[in-house]
């Protein structure tokens, strides 16, 4: 168990849809990233909070925007849902410098967009 | 633009045998590296990393190599056991830059008992 929850853990919506999903971090861990695995395709970047601030954006749609609250736990808000945002989505966590922690992934949600 | 490549999508390897899995990088700012694994309907986990000041760190039956000359490391697994077959990513960070991960698109493994 990695420590970092994510819900839910499967989400089938139709296109044009909005949706959020969740994910808590380790406790301690102040970082939050969200990465994108579509299918054969390895995790791509989107996003990253550190202590409620934006640190650093990837290839993240318009469509797409995150946030961090004040109790850590980060939302992924997906919107103006295509057929191709249809993907495994990852929250992961850190304490901070990638060399000193490594990050700790959820288990995803599997989002099926009909 | 695939910043690190992982150019084999599968390997089969007998039990007991090595294991070695590929990885290439094409931006010489990366100065750490990663290995996850991972397995169905399971986030990755940490396995393995080392700081482009090295060449090679071990950690039990996992090695990890890495030339910065040709932008390539690998990962040796001996022996190889049924249970590490999973998906492996390797990754790349520049540690003074946006600190994210840049990820392969993995390589499963499949370790014949």
Same mark, same amino acid.
């Given at each position: ?22 994910? @808590?971090?380790?406790? &301690? $861990?102040?970082?939050? =990233?969200?990465?994108?695995? %579509?299918?054969? *395709? ?37 919107? @103006?849902?295509?057929? &191709? $945002?249809?993907?495994? =989505?990852?929250?992961?966590? %850190?304490?901070? *410098? ?17 | ?113």
């Amino acid at each position: 168990d990695s420590g970092v929850t994510q819900t839910p853990k499967h989400l089938i919506t139709a296109t044009g849809q909005r949706v959020t999903l969740r994910c @808590s971090p380790r406790s &301690g $861990d102040l970082s939050v =990233y969200w990465y994108q695995q %579509s299918l054969d *395709q390895g995790l791509q970047f989107l996003i990253q909070y550190y202590n409620g601030e934006e640190r650093a954006k990837g290839n993240i749609l318009e469509r797409f925007s995150a946030q961090q609250f004040p109790d850590l736990h980060s939302e992924l808000n997906l919107s @103006s849902l295509e057929l &191709g $945002d249809s993907a495994l =989505y990852f929250c992961a966590s %850190s304490v901070g *410098q990638l060399s000193r922690s490594p990050l700790h992934f959820g288990n995803g949600t599997r989002l099926t967009v009909t | 633009d695939q910043q690190v490549k992982q150019n084999s999508p599968s390997l089969s390897v007998q039990e007991g045998r090595i294991s070695i899995l590929n990885c290439d990088y094409t931006n010489s700012m990366f100065d750490y590296f990663l290995w996850y694994k991972k397995y169905p309907a399971e986030g990755p986990t940490f396995l393995i990393s080392i700081s482009s000041i090295k060449d090679k760190n071990e950690d039990g039956r996992f090695t990890v190599f890495l030339n910065k000359s040709a932008k390539h490391l690998s990962l040796h697994i001996v022996p190889s056991q049924p249970g590490d077959s999973a998906v492996y990513f390797c990754a790349a960070v520049v540690q003074t830059g946006a600190n994210n991960l840049f990820f392969g698109t993995g390589t499963r493994l499949t370790v014949i008992p």
